[in-house]
């Protein structure tokens, strides 16, 4: 069982910068690939980013050259380090942990999910 748990949400302004963490427990945690999703309400869960246990990435066309995800395994967290944010990137954005088999960019690969933290991007 792998707990997670993330921080890091709140309001920013369009144009501004927010850094959400993810922190994960249970299990060792360089196993387990990590990812971001979002969602909004009435729409589905939507793949943000992605990084392996070996620490390869994978980005939504919408996360590339705006996102990085980058894991600390020492600290058992991973990261999301969002710039220049949009008010459309409104959303609650979920870590998840996981290690099935799959592209990193679905979340069939994924058993853990935390509880989501809300990024709120103003005009």
Same mark, same amino acid.
């Given at each position: 069982?792998?707990?997670?748990?993330?921080?890091?949400?709140?309001?920013?302004?369009?144009?501004?910068?927010?850094?959400?963490?993810?922190?994960?427990?249970?299990?060792?945690?360089? !196993?387990?690939?990590?990812?971001?999703?979002?969602?909004? +309400?009435?729409?589905?869960?939507?793949?943000?980013? #992605?990084?392996?246990?070996?620490?390869?990435?994978?980005?939504?066309?919408?996360?590339?050259?705006?996102?990085?995800?980058?894991?600390? !395994?020492?600290?058992?967290?991973?990261? *999301? &380090?969002?710039?220049?944010?949009? +008010?459309?990137?409104?959303?609650?954005?979920?870590? #998840?942990?996981?290690?099935?088999?799959?592209? *990193?960019?679905?979340?069939?690969? @994924? &058993? @853990?999910?935390?509880?989501?933290?809300?990024?709120?991007?103003?005009?």
């Amino acid at each position: 069982q792998v707990h997670v748990v993330e921080s890091g949400g709140g309001l920013v302004q369009a144009g501004g910068s927010v850094r959400l963490s993810c922190a994960a427990s249970g299990r060792t945690f360089s !196993n387990y690939d990590m990812s971001w999703f979002r969602q909004v +309400p009435e729409k589905e869960r939507e793949f943000v980013a #992605a990084i392996s246990g070996s620490g390869g990435t994978y980005y939504a066309d919408v996360a590339k050259g705006r996102f990085t995800i980058a894991r600390d !395994n020492a600290k058992s967290t991973v990261y *999301l &380090q969002m710039n220049r944010l949009k +008010p459309e990137y409104t959303s609650v954005y979920y870590c #998840a942990a996981g290690s099935g088999a799959g592209l *990193l960019n679905t979340d069939s690969v @994924y &058993q @853990y999910w935390g509880q989501g933290t809300q990024v709120t991007v103003s005009s």
